[in-house]
């Protein structure tokens, strides 16, 4: 029996994403970069750090680098008195289950202008870090560790996950302790015209991702697999992560969104384990809040999120030498309508099937495989010019 959603949530949904829509002069950037902390020799900073290191006679834990790092930044966030994030205007600084640190920057008006925020805030970041001998390091899976040797951070929410996701899926361990992405987010300016930019990040995902993997390492030994982070997730969450399997359908809209968002089922509410209820089940029959909205469609791992902006998620954690080229493809890719028209004309006609059998050829043939019918070099040198 299908749950039905909501209308009141359905309602409240279709206006937080009409409330996204821009004019199309106004075509801005976002960024979310997840790195892993480390020591002078490579080891992954935990939250707690330890007081038994053979080295250090006390290492200082990602918890303790947060508090160093509060005089750049004005607002702070605790769960049960432990640091989890902070923010000022210019980021937001915020931990990934396995102490993964991210920064967030706010939205720039070009790749390069986004680029040069990152930095500023990276270095801030940096000058902390330094003092003990640490840094920040971007793969799309640790240098070192395997999964089982890296704790979770003291937050309800990762909790939930971990009993979940480890239980229920073999991979899930490896994706919240072990992996890190880079997440872009740009701007729509219509309905129809979010509809058409969230089914083609589906379809470009994927060769974006390899154009700019970065997973050397995996669990200790090299890597050899061509997508590695994208088939981890690929085994851990079925309902919530992947290829949305009706967004290429005629007359996909916002409702349609909503719907899916109301009906599936949540991991977590703000009061904890959803126990596999959606928010059609777990919220009141009102007007949903936007904070609520927004946690809501946290619970949602697609390979492209709609909030009230687009946001793609599907790309290894990048060093400097390679974000600035990526973040420029994306936004001279789904900005310049001549050069849009041209990678869709590439692509052809979107469903389902073809964007999942995509996805899965350059999963397994990386740079063999032939995407939609046509070789990952006609992709590289339309995306990258």
């Not at 976002?30 to 020591?39: I, N, R, S, T, W």
């Not at 939250?47 to 702070?76: C, R």
Request: some cysteine.
């Amino acid at each position: 029996m299908t749950l039905a959603p909501n209308k009141k949530h359905i309602a409240s949904l279709v206006s937080y994403f009409e409330s996204g829509i821009k004019l199309n002069t106004d075509k801005k950037i976002g960024l979310e970069l997840e790195h892993f902390v480390v020591d002078k020799n490579g080891n992954s900073v935990s939250y707690f750090g330890t007081n038994s290191d053979s080295v250090y006679s006390d290492k200082a834990g990602v918890e303790k680098i947060l508090q160093e790092m509060k005089p750049y930044f004005t607002e702070y966030e605790y769960e049960n008195d432990y640091l989890i994030g902070m923010s000022n205007a210019d980021a937001v600084i915020s931990l990934e289950p396995g102490a993964q640190l991210e920064i967030s920057i706010s939205p720039c008006a070009s790749a390069e202008e986004g680029f040069d925020l990152y930095k500023k805030v990276r270095l801030q970041i940096e000058s902390v870090l330094e003092k003990r001998d640490y840094r920040l390091e971007t793969f799309g899976y640790r240098k070192k560790e395997k999964a089982e040797d890296i704790d979770i951070i003291p937050k309800k929410r990762y909790k939930v996950f971990n009993e979940l996701f480890v239980n229920d899926r073999a991979e899930g361990k490896k994706m919240m302790r072990g992996t890190a992405s880079t997440q872009v987010s740009l701007d729509y300016f219509s309905e129809l015209d979010a509809i058409d930019k969230f089914q083609h990040f589906f379809a470009l995902g994927p060769i974006w991702a390899l154009l700019f993997t970065n997973t050397p390492y995996f669990e200790g030994r090299e890597n050899h697999e061509p997508l590695l982070r994208s088939d981890i997730w690929y085994h851990t969450d079925y309902q919530r992560a992947g290829i949305i399997k009706d967004v290429f359908d005629k007359g996909y809209s916002f409702e349609k969104y909503a719907a899916l968002v109301d009906t599936t089922p949540l991991l977590v509410t703000e009061s904890g384990n959803a126990n596999g209820k959606s928010a059609a089940q777990v919220y009141p029959d009102r007007q949903l809040k936007k904070s609520e909205i927004e946690y809501i469609i946290s619970n949602l791992f697609f390979d492209v999120r709609m909030k009230n902006f687009l946001e793609l998620r599907t790309v290894d954690s990048l060093p400097e030498k390679d974000l600035l080229e990526f973040m420029t493809s994306v936004y001279s890719t789904i900005y310049n309508e001549k050069k849009y028209d041209a990678v869709k004309n590439l692509l052809g006609q979107l469903d389902f099937e073809r964007v999942k059998t995509a996805k899965l050829d350059i999963i397994k043939n990386g740079f063999s495989a032939k995407p939609y019918g046509k070789s990952v070099s006609q992709f590289r040198d339309l995306l990258l010019h």
